[in-house]
């Protein structure tokens, strides 16, 4: 196998890739849970957020407050 038929395989190679990517970032983007907003500041969740944390209620900001808050109370 030459240098020419090399590259020609390194391009179909990424090509493939490429499609086989764009394949699955479709399926995340289909199997997306609904929009959901923060119980206490009613900002949307970021679906990124939504999707490690399934069933999340708050945004990372009011989370982070309410765990502080529960510290502060439970070492009160």
Excluded: F, W, Y
């Excluded at 929009?35 to 009613?42: F, P, R, S």
Aim: charged content about 35%; hydrophobic content about 30%; proline content about 5%.
């Amino acid at each position: 196998m030459d240098d020419v038929d090399k590259a020609q395989q390194e391009v179909e190679h990424q090509i493939s890739t490429s499609i086989t990517n764009r394949k699955l970032e479709d399926e995340v983007k289909a199997a997306r849970p609904p929009v959901t907003k923060c119980i206490e500041c009613e900002e949307v969740i970021p679906i990124e957020r939504q999707l490690i944390m399934p069933g999340c209620q708050r945004c990372v900001t009011c989370k982070e407050r309410s765990e502080l808050l529960n510290k502060r109370i439970n070492h009160a």
